[in-house]
């Protein structure tokens, strides 16, 4: 991903900076603002280019950069995978509730920090080993879009929770 940011950034910035950024506002003798190629670029363009950037990269690196990147942010497909080895630290964990509402699938391996109450626009969910309160989140009223749903390893004690869960994927009959 460092070597794809690394050639997106040379692409905007070739050769001498100051030949690439154009100024925008002319006052006298002063430049109040300055584009570069990249905020040159049309939405549909940064938007596909967003959505192959990690979640925690695209939250340090262009949240709060400018109002334009900020409502190309909030229109941006997501997904996460994450798993057990992955320490949970704070970047990530702001990044996942910063982004919940765009977030369309996520893959868990286990992470017990992660409530799935904030995705309502989730579509697809994967999950090896629940706690008890992630199942307890999978609901057709916080879910509405949930389409595809896969649960992993559970002890007795959750089989019961889920057979007490309302059923969110319903199955269409061929006529």
Same mark, same amino acid.
């Given at each position: 991903?460092?070597?794809?940011l690394?050639?997106?950034?040379?692409c905007?910035?070739q +050769?001498?900076?100051?030949?690439?950024?154009?100024?925008?506002?002319?006052? $006298? /003798?002063?430049q109040f603002?300055k584009?570069s190629?990249? $905020?040159?670029?049309?939405?549909e363009?940064? !938007?596909?280019i967003?959505e192959?950037i990690?979640l925690?990269? %695209?939250?340090n690196?262009f949240? #709060?950069? #400018?109002?334009? !990147?900020?409502?190309l942010?909030r229109?941006v497909?997501? +997904?996460? /995978?994450l798993?057990? #080895?992955?320490?949970?630290?704070k970047?990530? %964990? #702001?990044?996942i509730?910063?982004f919940?509402?765009q977030i369309?699938?996520?893959?868990?391996?286990?992470?017990? !920090? %992660?409530n %799935?109450?904030?995705?309502?626009?989730?579509?697809?969910l994967?999950?090896?080993?629940p706690?008890?309160?992630q199942l !307890?989140?999978?609901?057709? $009223?916080?879910?509405?879009n949930?389409?595809?749903?896969?649960? +992993?390893?559970i002890?007795?004690?959750?089989e019961?929770?889920i057979?007490?869960?309302p059923?969110?994927?319903?199955?269409?009959?061929?006529?």
């Amino acid at each position: 991903m460092v070597n794809f940011l690394r050639k997106l950034i040379s692409c905007i910035h070739q +050769g001498d900076i100051s030949k690439n950024v154009k100024p925008v506002i002319y006052c $006298e /003798s002063k430049q109040f603002f300055k584009l570069s190629r990249f $905020e040159l670029m049309t939405d549909e363009i940064l !938007l596909e280019i967003f959505e192959y950037i990690p979640l925690i990269d %695209l939250y340090n690196g262009f949240v #709060n950069l #400018n109002f334009r !990147l900020n409502i190309l942010l909030r229109d941006v497909h997501l +997904g996460i /995978s994450l798993d057990q #080895n992955e320490y949970p630290n704070k970047s990530l %964990l #702001n990044s996942i509730s910063y982004f919940s509402k765009q977030i369309h699938y996520i893959h868990i391996d286990h992470y017990p !920090l %992660l409530n %799935l109450r904030k995705f309502s626009n989730l579509r697809s969910l994967i999950i090896y080993l629940p706690t008890k309160n992630q199942l !307890l989140s999978i609901n057709s $009223e916080l879910m509405p879009n949930l389409r595809r749903l896969s649960i +992993g390893i559970i002890n007795n004690r959750m089989e019961k929770i889920i057979v007490t869960i309302p059923m969110i994927i319903t199955v269409k009959r061929a006529r």
